[in-house]
């Protein structure tokens, strides 16, 4: 088991940044899969953003390279964490971390995100 925990959600103004951070109960290892997803109020989950192990990101068109996952280093590699840009009020949802080590997700326990227009 892997316990993920969360933080950096928050309330924040049009065009603000957040960072949230991942961090993992145990070593994030190479075949693991990093992500974040969101699910904001009335809407079905949604991912946006993926990293693997080996440092592959990628993200969904809609985002237009407003959010960056990135992976900690050296003290911090059990760490992940997601740079939110120029956010929207369509960004306002809760946000929750995934790792997926192989057939098994594990799931942190969702911040929220508020983005006042």
């Known amino acids: 088991q892997v316990q993920l925990v969360e933080s950096g959600g928050g309330l924040v103004q049009a065009g603000g940044s957040l960072r949230l951070s991942c961090t993992a109960s145990?070593?994030?290892?190479?075949?693991?899969?990093m992500k974040w997803y969101r699910q904001g109020a009335g809407k079905e989950r949604e991912l946006v953003a993926n990293?693997?192990?080996?440092?592959?990101?990628?993200?969904p068109g809609f985002l237009k390279d407003r959010f960056t996952i990135s992976r900690g280093k050296d003290n911090a590699k059990n760490t992940f964490y997601l740079q939110m840009n120029s956010l929207k009020p369509e960004d306002t949802a809760v946000y929750s971390c995934?790792?997926?080590?192989?057939?098994?997700?594990?799931w942190g326990q969702g911040t929220q995100v508020t983005v006042s227009s």
């Open positions: 995934n790792l997926k080590r192989w057939a098994v997700n594990f």
């Open positions: 145990s070593a994030i290892l190479a075949i693991d899969v």
């Open positions: 990293l693997t192990g080996d440092g592959d990101a990628t993200y």
